[in-house]
């Protein structure tokens, strides 16, 4: 069974920093691209960042280009985001997911939660 | 960017229907590929891939979930609606970057 759990999240402050974790379990971390993806309080879904599976393409949205970074560590089955100069607007609920062909997003985890408030 | 445009809401009977659009800014398809899947996420919940490439059911959804489309013009079908399928739905395309659509909440009438 395909599990990826997250952490890292917590309350910081405007323009500090936070690194969220996912740990991969059953399957073959190594083999599939995965996506960051966050959701602001009551509101819809927006992805944010790919790392393909072997780290060689990484892609970001435009509102986190440049603050955020997407790393992966294939030997400890884990998948990172780096998140600098954090914003209000940064507050989401943040989902790992894995990737699968054609940006099939196949398997999501719960969330790791983080607000950007003073 | 693409954008894609879904209604905020859908209120359904049980038992019913629920038919569920999706419209992209441009087209979505590459040759007879669609990039264009769909997932449901009930509260409090992460959300599930129910469908791939516009009509392929992903593993272990019942088949009351069908979808359909092509190009810019998506939908998704519940055929008959559950009391458990109570949540919001959120297309998704992969054609250019990523984007979702705003997600549609299925509501009982």
């Known amino acids: 069974e395909v599990q990826l759990v997250e952490s890292g999240g917590g309350l910081v402050k405007p323009g500090s920093s936070l690194k969220l974790s996912c740990v991969a379990s059953?399957?073959?971390?190594?083999?599939?691209?995965m996506h960051w993806i966050r959701q602001a309080p009551k509101k819809g879904l927006e992805w944010i960042a790919l790392?393909?599976?072997?780290?060689?393409?990484?892609y970001y949205a435009d509102s986190v280009k440049g603050r955020f970074t997407i790393s992966r560590d294939n030997s400890k089955n884990t998948l990172y985001l780096e998140m600098n100069s954090l914003r209000s607007e940064d507050t989401a609920m943040y989902y790992c997911?894995?990737?699968?062909?054609?940006?099939?997003?196949?398997?999501w985890g719960q969330g790791a939660s983080v607000t950007v408030s003073s | 960017d693409i954008v894609l445009t879904q209604s905020p809401v859908l209120a359904v009977s049980l038992g019913q229907r629920a038919t569920i659009s999706c419209r992209a800014s441009?087209?979505?398809?590459?040759?007879?590929?669609?990039?264009m899947h769909w997932y449901q996420q009930k509260p409090g919940q992460q959300p599930k891939l129910l469908i791939y490439?516009?009509?392929n059911l992903a593993s272990g959804i019942p088949a009351r979930f069908s979808g359909s489309g092509s190009g810019t013009d998506f939908t998704l079908t519940i055929d008959p609606v559950q009391a458990d399928d109570i949540a919001a739905y959120y297309c998704?395309?992969?054609?250019?970057?990523?984007?979702f659509g705003a997600g549609t909440k299925l509501e009982l009438k």
């Open positions: 997911a894995k990737g699968w062909v054609l940006g099939v997003m196949d398997a």
């Open positions: 059953g399957f073959t971390f190594s083999s599939y691209g």
């Open positions: 790392i393909y599976y072997d780290s060689s393409n990484k």
């Open positions: 441009q087209s979505v398809s590459i040759s007879s590929i669609n990039l």
């Open positions: 490439r516009a009509s």
């Open positions: 998704q395309q992969s054609r250019e970057s990523n984007t």
